[in-house]
C-alpha cells in the first residue's frame, strides 16, 4: 500500500536554528498538507499545497515557515528560527483531491532546546 | 464552543465489547467526515470516510453521519487488544483549493484482554 515516508523521525535541535522536515508524498495524489500536534493536544493544520502554491494555511503558520516541493517528489517544511513552542511531532499527510481521505505519514518528532 | 468536541475517555472495554465514539461540531459548512486510529506517537491512519449524512460500514466499523444534529460516531463490533489506540475525528468542509481537516481531542481506548 502507498505511503507518506517523512525523514528524519526525530530531530534535535537548538533553538534558534533553522530545520527542516522532509516528506515523500504519494506519487499521484496532488494535495500536500503538513499537521502538527504538540503533546498531549490535537493535531492542528498547518498548511496545504496545491499546484506549487499554498492553498490556505493556518495563523500557526507564520513567517518563521515556509514549505516548498523542489522536485517532483519532495515536499518540504522549513523552520527559520526555532522556538521552544515549536517542540511537536510534524506530519506531512497527501490526498488525491479535496476532502477525500488523507493519507498521512509516521511524523517528525521535533525537540527544540 | 470548539469547532469539534470530542471526549478524551479514556475508555476501557473488555475484548468483544461493542465501543462507540462521538464527535459533534458546531460548523455546519463540514460536509466530509473521517475517522483516524493514531498509535502512540505513529501518524494517524484513516478508518472510514464518508460524505454528508448517513451510514458506511467496512467489517467490524460502522460510521454514522447525522449532519442535522451535527453529530457523528464509529462504532466498533467484536473489539479487539488490537484496537486500543486513540481513535480521532475530523472533518472538512468543502473549499475551492485545498480543505484543512479539523480534528477532534481524540478519544483513546483501550480493550482488555
Known amino acids: 500500500e502507498p505511503e507518506v515516508t517523512q525523514t528524519p523521525s526525530h530531530q534535535v535541535t537548538q533553538m534558534g536554528q533553522e530545520v527542516i522536515l522532509r516528506c515523500v508524498p504519494i506519487s499521484n495524489h496532488l494535495y500536500f498538507y503538513w499537521y502538527r500536534q504538540i503533546l498531549g493536544q490535537k493535531v492542528e493544520f498547518l498548511v496545504s499545497?496545491?499546484?506549487?502554491?499554498?492553498?490556505?494555511k493556518s495563523e500557526i503558520f507564520d513567517d518563521q515557515f515556509s514549505v516548498e516541493r523542489p522536485d517532483g517528489s519532495n515536499f518540504t517544511l522549513k523552520i527559520r528560527s526555532t522556538k521552544l513552542e515549536d517542540s511537536a511531532m510534524y506530519f506531512c499527510?497527501?490526498?488525491?483531491?479535496?476532502?477525500?481521505?488523507?493519507?498521512f505519514g509516521s511524523g517528525t518528532r521535533l525537540t527544540v532546546v | 464552543q470548539k469547532e469539534v468536541e470530542q471526549d478524551p475517555g479514556p475508555l476501557s472495554v473488555p475484548e468483544g465489547a461493542i465501543v462507540s465514539l462521538n464527535c459533534t461540531y458546531s460548523?455546519?459548512?463540514?460536509?466530509?467526515f473521517m475517522w483516524y486510529r493514531q498509535y502512540s506517537r505513529k501518524g494517524p491512519e484513516l478508518l472510514m470516510y464518508?460524505?454528508?449524512?448517513g451510514n458506511k460500514e467496512d467489517g467490524r466499523f460502522t460510521a454514522q453521519v447525522d449532519k442535522s444534529s451535527k453529530y457523528i460516531s464509529l462504532f466498533i463490533r467484536d473489539s479487539q487488544p488490537s484496537d486500543s489506540a486513540t481513535y480521532l475525528c475530523a472533518m472538512s468542509a468543502i473549499e475551492t483549493r485545498g480543505s484543512r481537516l479539523t480534528f477532534g481531542e481524540g478519544t483513546q481506548l483501550t480493550v482488555n484482554p
Open positions: 499545497f496545491y499546484n506549487n502554491e499554498i492553498s490556505e
Open positions: 460548523n455546519s459548512a463540514f460536509q466530509y
Open positions: 499527510a497527501s490526498s488525491r483531491g479535496q476532502g477525500r481521505g488523507y493519507t
Open positions: 464518508t460524505y454528508s449524512s
